[in-house]
């Protein structure tokens, strides 16, 4: 407990509105895996966020919490090194929610850029709702209520960063020293994962993912339909790899990189045709992710074990949590009986 | 309990940031007294609410909520009869909050009359801090946590309680029939109290009240000040009682109303000077504020006996609301360890 209490703190997670993928162990789970021994690392199962623009759809966000909890261990995420919670479970979120709406104007959150871009994707104005326009305050609640040092993020969630330490410090200011700023961490390796279809992000949405428990045979399917140079139409033909998301992956999951080296010299020489390079990714993507589904399946079989994974991490959690709201309830001059 | 059971349930309450006057006593005070017996009556000390406008000032809304505790008391708010609570001591209240934010659209609160009226008051636009936009929400978790049949309002406050409704069907088409539609009970008798200078509305911010423990003294000063009819110059002259703020008082607090009536003829004859009619005014008063101000004081005396009423009405209405958020969080979804 003591050596924990040294370690930063680490605050990140997940909406839960679907399984995970590829996309998603290349730009956050790995980096988990390999934080958790250094740092005090929270993972937000962020039910209430999922809600914002899934309200109507309770059940998908109940279905997928622990199918995504399932990837998180399938992959490595260990839960006696990270504290894996649900939002939904801890209701100082929601309390420090309300006292931070009261120090940011309508102006200065319309202004955020994160909002903005996601306000304009899903073609919302003034008929925003005004728990989706808010989600960057309960955001900032969940990072604060653990006082957490650090937030994992891309380089496009900066200013929710910036919003966060702005509300931090006008609750400071008037409340007294009692909230931490935080600083965004982003990752050197990484980042975001193209798609099979060669377009800028994997996503579900766009329907060109590789999820971390893809059976043989579906993956077998998504690698051959993969983007690749579509100038090399015969085997012969000099290949371009700059775009060609078979290599891209191959750079990312083949271990042996000075085979990766050879076969991207052959290809842009001539005579490798897609289907040979494809071969390759397929067994490099099957040997990664076999052991993950493997992993998963077996951790499905005790559904129990599960929920009192994400049981325990909550009632972690919310100790944590209520003992910041101690000190907010002293600052803002509302605790009353504690 | 079981009586108390099949009683309807009031919501109703106030913003801790000052002392209450006699405009309280007459728009609601009087009518809770009234109510008491007939209802399962919750009054609110809405210090949540009060820090949106007064999140600068966490000491004045703390040190107000136990003066309008001693206020109710006074004024014969039995505890036994009425619940009386802390709204920060509910977090129930910012959880629901936080799930009804995805059910309005930004558009629709900046359409609420009420919240229009309020911002232009205080110069708000878009720079209004988004507590103060979203306090009908929270208004509306207020009401709908405690599945309150009827909500006493004035008539500009029906808008409150249609927006409050409109959440209402919303969560429960989605949710299931989980919330109640509530009711304004707009009272017959009471309303608004104009102030000591003639104005519209007693108020402390324009400097025209007299509170609930005035003192013998101040009492007199303001009566004596009281606006009545600037053209009645000479104790000869015909004066009017439309607008002049002494008779009205008097129509209200004087139950010798065959007096007043006499009283009235006069003035308006001619003959009768203010400072009589202000000297039976200021007996009136004296004789109504009397024993609200020496059972205060008494009251007073004991605050650990005023800490426990909060502390008794809180648990009550905690145990309410958490039976309530039960419920929301089945229909939501998010019941994870209930």
Known sequence: MNAEQNKKVILTGDRPTGQLHLGHYVGSLANRVALQD????????ADI????????????????????LLDYLAVGIDPHKSTIF???QIPQIAELTVLFMNLV???RLKRNPTVKAEMALRGFDESVPVGFLVY???Q??????????????????????EQTNELVRSFNRIY???????TALIPKTGGRLIGTDGKAKMSKSLGNTIFLNESSDSLAKKVKGMYTDPTHLKVEDPGKIEGNTVFTYLDIFDPDTAEVTRLKEHYMRGGLGDSIVKKRLLDVLENFIAPIRTRRAELAQNMDYIEN???????????VASQTMLEIRRGVKIDYFD
Chains 1, 2 share one sequence.
Do not use: C
Request: no cysteine; net charge negative; glycine share 4%.
């Open 309 to 319: 994974i994400a049981r325990e991490g909550t009632l972690k959690a919310r100790a």
């Open 49 to 68: 966020q999922a809600l914002t623009d899934n309200y109507e759809n309770p059940q998908k966000v109940r279905d997928n919490a622990y199918q995504v």
């Open 176 to 182: 007294g020293p009692i909230l931490k700023e935080t």
């Open 105 to 107: 104007t309508l102006s």
């Open 136 to 138: 960057p305050v309960s």
């Open 38 to 45: 250094e740092y005090n690392q929270f993972i937000l199962l």
């Open 86 to 88: 649900l939002q939904s």
């Open 140 to 161: 900032a609640a969940d990072i604060t209520i653990f006082k957490a040092d650090l937030v994992p993020v891309g380089e496009d969630q900066a200013p929710m960063i």
